[in-house]
């Protein structure tokens, strides 16, 4: 695999995620330990897509999650099950796409930046082991393409 990620500047958010998805899946072939991957994950999104947040977020207990490899500005480092977008999308075990976080009820404001977010639960068979979290700070950023490759993406881990 290339030290650098090669992702055409002009290209739609589709081709941009065509090209960068075998490049992340280069970059995770052979290595066993999930927090490598994770982090090579958020590092590729953050550059290849420009997102303003992305990060992962770990099941650490039945009833909360821990920060884990991320890139963007310092975050929350707990979420409770049920609580915020993150703590939603594990409790019911899928995807949530929060055009304006604002009128998410119970957001968690990580950061006052973010505007919209896309949320990933990452299975191991039926039991989610961790949250793949990207924020904007444009609001309505994400849509179903972002979520059909978002979760192309996070299998990759499972």
């Known amino acids: 695999m290339a030290d650098d990620l090669i992702i055409p500047t002009s290209a739609t958010k589709a081709e941009k995620y065509q090209a960068l998805i075998p490049q992340i899946e280069g970059l995770l072939l052979g290595e066993k330990n ?13 550059e290849g897509m420009g997102f303003f947040w992305v990060g992962f977020y770990l099941v650490d207990s039945l009833e909360e999650l821990v920060l884990g490899p991320f890139q963007g500005p310092v975050a929350c480092t707990r979420i409770r099950k049920g609580k915020g977008v993150c703590g939603t999308s594990w409790e019911k075990k899928e995807m949530i796409i929060v055009p304006d976080v604002d009128k998410f009820p119970g957001h968690i404001a990580c950061s006052s930046a973010s505007r919209s977010e896309i949320v990933i639960p990452v299975f191991n068979g039926d039991h989610v082991f961790a949250i793949l979290d990207v924020d904007s700070d444009l609001p309505d950023a994400f849509d179903n393409e972002d979520a059909q490759f978002l979760s192309q993406i996070v299998n990759f881990l499972a």
Do not use: D, G
């Open 34 to 46: 999930q927090v490598a991957n994770m982090a090579n994950i958020c590092a590729a999104l953050k």
